[in-house]
Nanobody, 119 residues
Framework: QVQLVESGGGLVQAGGSLRLSCAASGRTFSRYNMYWFRQAPGKEREFVASITWNGGSTAYADSVKGRFTISRDNAKNTVYLQMNSLKPEDTAVYYC????????????WGQGTQVTVSS
């Protein structure tokens, strides 16, 4: 079992930065590819960024490319999302998720952390 707990959300002005963290319990964290998703009010949950189990490959949604950076520290069982040049449209609840090797679905989800960007 893996439990995911996000933190680092908050209120920030447009153009500002935040760093989200997702701390995982369990000793098998390094096996999982990790993802960040977000869901704005009235909208569907959308993919933001992903990173492979060893950090060797990352991917980003076009809307955040060049502004957000995903990283992980397997020694600390934590994945990060550095968010720079934030825009009001980045306002959402941000979730981290874990998917194991060979899994077709996401195995674990966090509870989410609110990010609000004021104009």
């Amino acid at each position: 079992q893996v439990q995911l707990v996000e933190s680092g959300g908050g209120l920030v002005q447009a153009g500002g930065s935040l760093r989200l963290s997702c701390a995982a319990s369990g000793r098998t964290f390094s096996r999982y590819n990790m993802y960040w998703f977000r869901q704005a009010p009235g909208k569907e949950r959308e993919f933001v960024a992903s990173i492979t189990w060893n950090g060797g490959s990352t991917a980003y949604a076009d809307s955040v490319k060049g502004r957000f950076t995903i990283s992980r520290d397997n020694a600390k069982n934590t994945v990060y999302l550095q968010m720079n040049s934030l825009k009001p449209e980045d306002t959402a609840v941000y979730y981290c998720a874990a998917r194991g090797p060979g899994s077709r679905e996401f195995d674990y989800w966090g509870q989410g952390t609110q990010v609000t960007v004021s104009s």
